[in-house]
Structures are given as C-alpha cells and as structure tokens.
C-alpha cells in the first residue's frame, strides 16, 4: 500500500470546534457503562446459546432460528471490539485490552493489525488507496457484496492473515501500516487468537459435536447479515478523498435494541470527529454539535435503498456518490 505521505496533501480534517471545556466531560471513560453494555451482551449471548443447543441437543429443528438469533446478537462483538481498539469504553486499561483480544478472536482478527488499520482508517477516511478499511471496491463486485453478508470474503481474508502472522510473515499491504517494530507483537498476537481457536476445536473432537464451533467462531459468519448492513452504511458509496467526516461518513438513528448491539455506533459521524469520547457519550456529543451536522437518517431502509441505485451507477461511474446536505 502506498505511503499516504507521498500521494496525498494531508489536510486538517473539519471540526465543529466544541470547546475543550465541554469536550473534556464527555472525554471521561467509565467502567460502569462498559460493563453494563457488555455484561447485558454476554448475558443475552449465554441465554440465546444455552437455549439454541438445548434443541440441538434434542434434535429439534427450532434449533435454526435460535441459533439465527444467537448468530446475530453474537456479531455484537464487532463494535464492542472496535470500540475497545480505541481503548475508550473502560477506564481501567486491562479491561480494555481483554475484551479487545477476545472479542476480535471471535471474528479472527488479531489486535496488533487492526489496531494499526483502524488508526490509519481514521487518519486517512475514504482516502483510495491509502485508507486499508474502505469496504466498497471503486467498482462494486456484487458477487462479494453478497458473500460478506455471510463475511465469507472478508472471514477469510482474516483467518488467512491469522495463519500468515502465526508463521512470521506479513503481507505487503499489512507491513504498509504496521511498523516494523510492532511486527513481533502482532505475530504473537495472532499465535493467540489461533491458539483460542484451536481449544474450541479440541473441545469439539472430545464431545463429537459441532456445538463448540456453532457456538465460537461460526456464529460471526451465519449470523453477519445485520452487522454486515451496518458496516457498509457507515462509508460505502459516501464521497471519498475529502477532509470533512460529514461527507465521507453516515450517522443515522436506530432502536433500542440496535443502539445497544452497534455500541451506539449508529452515531459515525460523531464517532469520527471525536474518536477518544467513549461509545455513551455518542448522543450527547451529538446533541452539541447538532447545528455542525447533517441530518441523521431514519433506521436502515433508507440509506439502504439510497446506497444500492450508486452502487449500481458506480459500476459505470466510479467517481459516483452519494451528496449528503452539510451546513455552512
């Protein structure tokens, strides 16, 4: 991957400019919050699979939409992960740095390569071909479009990285935004997720049952659809190669329920102009810097059926893209 330095004018991104004396309140971490999003998670996460392999375990075909359910609470585990990256939900750092591992090993990832992508992602948002975490391709492949719904494409892309760190090697676009001097950890890094892994294959062998994998692991591919919609609102077919989050970025308004499993990521935008305030502070940031901002969509139907007609066009045009209404 090419150093941004040499193909792009790097520019101040635009700020609403909050003032550091509110900005510093909603800077605070706090474990209370944290626990509370991922204790209720994990509680939801342990009732759903009790119960799915109940009825496996009686040879019940209700088994399948539990284990649907189960498969989509279980990609929770995506924003908790990248939210923990950033090592904002909780004030003590060993917290931090748990969940981080073990909510990546759940979707193959490793800390040290994500760590490094994500920061990248954020310096250099929708910036082609410097920003590592642009989902769509400038001409859409509708075929991987729908092969990440069940994270088929990019799954294996990560498990394929898992086996390429844990042997010593990195790929040339990896080694673009990892330093060198990182490179060790995140070998070892990725020796730990494979390790987990291995365990909950190792437990399947001695109980001879596919439960272990239909419970870790698996899960984040049966169950990717809803994450996957999410994910790809965040950025695709917004502008690209701008200095304004507002323009290159999606925030829109959800449910309870989805709040809760996205991490209160519904809110990108704001997420990406201020990246150090913690995931529960996202609507009251949001609430100061309301004038700065485009409005947010309603749900995910619409900028679903807004998005897909520019994937389309795109396939022509790539410099296609969706023009969102930013104030003065």
């Known amino acids: 991957m090419t150093d941004p330095k040499e193909t792009i004018e790097v520019q101040d991104w635009y700020s609403p400019g909050l003032p550091k004396k509110e900005l510093k309140p ?27 392999s109940r009825l496996y375990l009686a040879g019940s ?8 359910l189960y498969g989509t609470v279980y990609t929770g585990n995506n924003p908790r992960w990248h939210e923990a990256s950033h090592g904002t939900p909780f004030k003590t750092v060993w917290l931090n740095n748990f969940f981080y591992f073990l909510c990546g090993a759940m979707e193959f990832r490793d800390t040290v390569d994500f760590r490094w992508s994500h ?10 071909p410097v920003d590592p975490e642009i989902a769509d391709r ?34 040339e676009d990896v080694r673009a935004y990892v330093p060198d001097d990182q490179l060790p950890k995140m070998y070892w890094s990725a020796r730990g997720v494979l390790l987990l892994h291995a365990a909950v294959l190792v437990l399947a062998v001695y109980l001879e049952s596919w439960l ?3 419970l870790f692991g698996l899960p984040r591919f049966y169950g990717a659809w809803l994450m996957w919609i999410f994910i790809w609102l965040q950025h695709v077919g917004m502008e690209e190669n701008v200095w304004d989050h507002r323009r290159s970025t999606r925030s829109f308004r959800v449910n309870f329920f989805y709040s809760f499993l996205f991490m209160n990521m ?13 995931f529960h502070k996202l609507p009251a940031l949001r609430e100061k810097i309301e004038d700065s901002m485009p409005p947010p969509y309603r749900g995910l139907l619409r900028p679903s059926l807004e998005l897909i007609p520019v994937l389309f066009r795109r396939r022509k045009d790539p410099a296609a893209f969706v023009e969102r209404p930013v104030p003065e």
């Open 26 to 52: 909603l800077m605070r971490r706090s474990n209370r919050h944290a626990l509370i999003y991922f204790g209720l998670w994990f509680a939801l996460l342990g009732g759903l699979g009790w119960y799915a």
């Open 61 to 68: 075909w209700w088994a399948l939409p539990v284990f649907f």
């Open 119 to 128: 920061a990248r992602h954020h310096s250099y948002t929708k910036f082609r």
């Open 138 to 171: 400038e001409k859409p492949d509708l075929l991987n479009m729908v092969l990440d719904f069940f994270y088929i494409r990019m799954g294996l892309s990560a498990i394929k990285n898992l086996f390429l760190h844990a042997v010593g090697l990195a790929a």
């Open 212 to 214: 272990p994998v239909l």
């Open 266 to 278: 519904e809110n990108h935008v704001e997420h990406h102009l201020y990246p150090l305030v913690p």
